[in-house]
């Protein structure tokens, strides 16, 4: 897939992600920056900036991003408290956060008008031909997402500030923002609360480094200077895009498995099962989340973003939008439905239980996928051969 293509594929999703910047080699960097002189095509083709192609300009479009808008709605002080502490957020910041959860959950609304007859027959049930879900996040000191009155999602918001942790922690595995601002590659944080002072420090970083023109950037790459400005803003706007990705995923997972529990009609059962039924709440559960995979994953192989294994596999970080990978790996802990919540009772599986399960409904759809692709190439070699057999036998 071309690098515009895997920019514009993020972008056609639920226009959640800001920034897109596939990972190249310096080496490669430095070889398209020298060939500026000759062309600044060349630089678009290779999709190497993300709106504009000097630091100066990816400096500003990553001081725009979601990203660094959410850290002020996060952690509006700008600063990490005692370990272990969440900032106290209030009412505008929770409000931001409602209105940004609502625009996610709308998008994925209109995924299930699309996805409905292939969500109609892996549950062998007819669904409603819409969902009409409202997100409200909500000050209750548990940790809880769930289908409200009137399929309201109700969400805490120690769990949505969860989700943002999780972003860091999960981002950071794939590049630390301290081995890119102050060259150092073994200094990926071990904690959460490493990994959160890290990104705060970024994001200070990033905010006082000097941009440079194109002019600028071209004497530094001429240089030979690996520390200019130009690289430096490449590398961040890498760990940046990471962060996002791993943002938005559990998220989407998260509303689309209170969304599956509308589309198969689970308000009223839940509500009425006794709390000692433990093998109905956990079908509900169960079927919730393939409801969640399922969708996302539809989603993603509509778009072209899925990966197929094999070579290149998932090359832009794409599978990280279905998000229950991040979400029952860390948010599960992060937001304490370990501790309490779904893991206080018998009315969930384990979360390694639902990541299994997930996973093979995941690799489901990319077997589809792959099975429908192969056959589309091979009926068009077919048809090819057959057109080119066809020309040969003519009389010239």
Same mark, same amino acid.
């Given at each position: 897939?071309a ?23 310096r ?10 002189a ?11 900036s993300?709106?504009?192609?000097s630091?100066?300009e ?5 001081v ?5 808008q959410s850290?002020?709605v ?6 990490l408290?005692?370990p272990g502490t ?5 009412r505008?910041?929770?409000g931001?956060?409602?209105?940004s ?28 031909n ?16 769930r289908?409200?009155?009137q399929g ?7 769990? %949505?500030q /969860?989700l943002f942790?999780?972003? +860091?922690v999960a981002? !950071?595995r794939? =590049?630390?923002? *301290? &081995? ?9 944080p ?12 970024f ?8 941009g440079?023109s194109?002019v600028?950037?071209m004497?530094s ?7 200019g400005?130009?690289?430096k803003?490449?590398d ?12 938005f995923?559990?998220i989407r997972?998260m ?7 509308v589309a ?15 093998a ?6 169960t079927? %919730?989340? /393939?409801?969640?995979?399922?969708? +996302?994953?539809?989603? !993603?192989?509509? =778009?072209?973003? *899925? &990966? ?12 990280a939008?279905?998000g ?20 206080a ?20 759809v990319?077997q ?7 056959a589309?190439?091979?009926r ?6 057959a057109?080119?057999?066809?020309s040969a036998?003519?009389?010239?």
């Amino acid at each position: 897939m071309a690098c515009r293509a895997a920019v514009a594929t993020i972008q056609a999703l639920p226009g959640e992600v800001t920034m897109a910047l596939p990972h190249t080699p310096r080496l490669h960097i430095r070889k398209l920056m020298l060939a500026l002189a000759a062309g600044a095509a060349l630089l678009a083709s290779a999709c190497i900036s993300v709106e504009g192609q000097s630091s100066g300009e990816m400096k500003q479009s990553m001081v725009r991003s979601f990203l660094f808008q959410s850290a002020d709605v996060f952690y509006p002080g700008g600063v990490l408290g005692e370990p272990g502490t969440l900032p106290t957020l209030g009412r505008a910041q929770i409000g931001e956060i409602q209105t940004s959860f609502e625009s996610i959950s709308q998008t994925l609304q209109a995924e299930h008008k699309t996805s409905k007859a292939a969500l109609e027959q892996l549950f062998r049930r007819s669904l409603p031909n819409e969902i009409k879900t409202r997100v409200a996040i909500v000050n209750t000191g548990t940790p809880i997402a769930r289908i409200g009155a009137q399929g309201n999602i109700d969400v805490d918001a120690k769990v %949505a500030q /969860a989700l943002f942790r999780t972003a +860091l922690v999960a981002g !950071l595995r794939k =590049g630390s923002f *301290m &081995s890119v601002t102050r060259g150092r590659s073994d200094s990926t944080p071990k904690t959460e609360t490493e990994s959160i002072a890290e990104f705060l420090k970024f994001k200070h970083d990033v905010e006082s480094a000097q941009g440079k023109s194109m002019v600028g950037d071209m004497v530094s790459a001429l240089r030979d200077d690996e520390n200019g400005s130009w690289f430096k803003m490449v590398d961040l706007a890498e760990v940046s895009r990471n962060v996002e990705l791993h943002y938005f995923g559990p998220i989407r997972f998260m509303l689309a498995h209170e969304m599956g529990h509308v589309a198969l009609g689970h308000y009223d059962r839940l509500r009425t099962t006794a709390d000692n039924d433990c093998a109905a709440l956990k079908a509900m559960e169960t079927e %919730a989340d /393939a409801y969640a995979t399922m969708l +996302l994953s539809l989603q !993603l192989a509509r =778009g072209g973003a *899925m &990966s197929f294994g094999g070579f290149g596999g998932d090359m832009f970080g794409f599978d990280a939008l279905t998000g229950y990978e991040d979400f029952f790996k860390l948010t599960y802990e992060m937001a304490g439905f370990e501790r309490a919540g779904v893991a206080a009772d018998c009315s969930h599986p384990p979360a390694a239980e639902r990541l299994a399960s997930a996973r093979k409904i995941h690799e489901g759809v990319q077997q589809g996928v792959n099975e429908a692709m192969n056959a589309a190439v091979d009926r068009a070699y077919r048809e090819a051969a057959a057109s080119a057999a066809a020309s040969a036998s003519r009389p010239r």
